[in-house]
């Protein structure tokens, strides 16, 4: 058993459609817990350096804008395998493509407006919590 944690975005699609308890029950009701949470919303300058890896690729802008657009939940779940966990639970990128019964297939609009972020490593978890939260903000 490894217990990890990792960022969660709910993004402005399904906060706008008062989404969030629906995603968050798909979390916990997959073994993940909530352990810090506020809703934001971000800046432009945010958004870039969130996203900042993505700089050089076509749809970085619009991904800045979208993010943008509307407050967002940002969360920390902790749980056995929370990464990959999470992974599963919010489907593949593209609504299109996730399997039934995910999060991106249940309640995504498009490839940007898919209603959530999750991290895709360890590594990448540890920087995406930090760029949210203190460690202080991390109750366990």
Do not use: W
């Not at 919010?90 to 940007?112: H, L, Q, V, W, Y």
């Amino acid at each position: 058993m490894t217990i990890q944690r990792t960022l969660s975005i709910i993004k402005p699609d399904a906060t706008r459609r008062n989404l969030t308890g629906k995603i968050n029950a798909r979390f916990e009701n997959n073994g993940l817990r909530i352990i810090a949470q506020k809703r934001i919303h971000l800046s432009r300058k945010q958004a870039e350096g969130f996203y900042a890896v993505h700089s050089e690729r076509a749809f970085f802008a619009d991904l800045c804008k979208f993010m943008c657009s509307g407050p967002v939940v940002v969360q920390v779940l902790e749980g056995d395998n929370a990464i990959s966990t999470n992974r599963t639970v919010m489907g593949a990128t593209n609504p299109a493509n996730a399997d039934e019964g995910t999060i991106r297939k249940d309640f995504g609009e498009s490839i940007e407006a898919n209603s959530v972020h999750g991290s895709d490593s360890t590594e990448n978890a540890e920087i995406e919590i930090s760029f949210f939260f203190s460690q202080t903000e991390l109750v366990g």
